[in-house]
């Protein structure tokens, strides 16, 4: 049976009022906000604090330093409370294991965030993976560094669409798979390269999937919201 994935509006902008007349189309919809680097660094923490009263929030800071300041930056951001945090697979099994004990220790019971590890970025094809010196495909890619984060402590991942079905056929069912690089049918892909629609994603066996433009770009962003929560319901 194919089960329903949730919508999570990215509110990518650096202007406060912007992220919070968003925040309430998300909160109209039922659904949870994204806040990534571009909110947080034009507009601080404070703001960042204030988006997230009464609110779930996905904090997409793609966290990417040595074990130690992995560690002590996930400390910082316990008073924000955040549902889910994401951190980079490429920093590798022990600043993965470093930011799951950070999380344990500087959460309560209770509120500890789903810890996800950014696999390969949805932005990224074969050729800028050869470019960086990797030579298998970005499937391949996904699945090594995805058993390596889930081995070292992480609770799910990020990836593209396109590498949802094979995960779920080597890494089960429960692992959560929060997806960004979804496009309506005959979009424009903008700067994303692994993508597919809301439906595909859901079909394919997405927990979440991560909405930015193709909603906050849109004539009317609220009846696009409603319309992508009701393909993702099938
Ligand atoms: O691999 C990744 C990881 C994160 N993202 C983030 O998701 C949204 C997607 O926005 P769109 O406007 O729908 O393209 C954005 O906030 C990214 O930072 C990603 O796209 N790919």
Not at 16 to 44: L, V
Not at 138 to 162: I, R, T, Y
Not at 176 to 187: C, E, F, N, S, T
Request: hydrophobic share 50%; with cysteine; aromatic share 4%.
């Amino acid at each position: 049976m194919v089960k329903n994935t949730g919508l999570i509006l990215a509110l990518d902008t650096k202007d406060p009022a912007q992220a919070e007349q968003w925040a309430k189309i998300a909160d109209a919809t039922g659904q949870m906000i994204k806040i990534g680097m571009e909110f947080t660094y034009a507009c601080g923490f404070d703001a960042v604090a204030r988006l997230a009263q009464g609110r779930k929030i996905f904090l997409d800071l793609k966290l990417h330093d040595i074990p130690n300041t992995v560690a002590s930056a996930i400390a910082s951001l316990a008073s924000v409370k955040p549902a889910m945090l994401t951190i980079h697979a490429l920093g590798g099994k022990d600043m993965i294991a470093a930011a799951r004990k950070s999380v344990d220790a500087n959460f309560l019971s209770g509120q500890k965030p789903i810890l996800l590890a950014v696999t390969v970025l949805t932005s990224m094809n074969q050729e800028n993976l050869n470019s960086i010196g990797i030579s298998v495909t970005p499937l391949e890619q996904v699945l090594l560094l995805g058993k390596m984060a889930l081995a070292a402590g992480a609770d799910g991942l990020v990836c593209s669409p396109q590498e949802v079905a094979y995960l779920r056929e080597h890494l089960g069912e429960d692992v959560v798979l929060v997806v960004p690089g979804i496009r309506m049918q005959d979009a424009v892909a903008d700067d994303q390269q692994r993508v597919m629609t809301p439906a595909q994603a859901r079909q394919a066996g997405a927990s979440w999937v991560v909405v930015g433009r193709p909603i906050t770009k849109a004539v009317d962003p609220e009846a696009m919201a409603k319309h992508i929560v009701q393909e993702l319901q099938g």
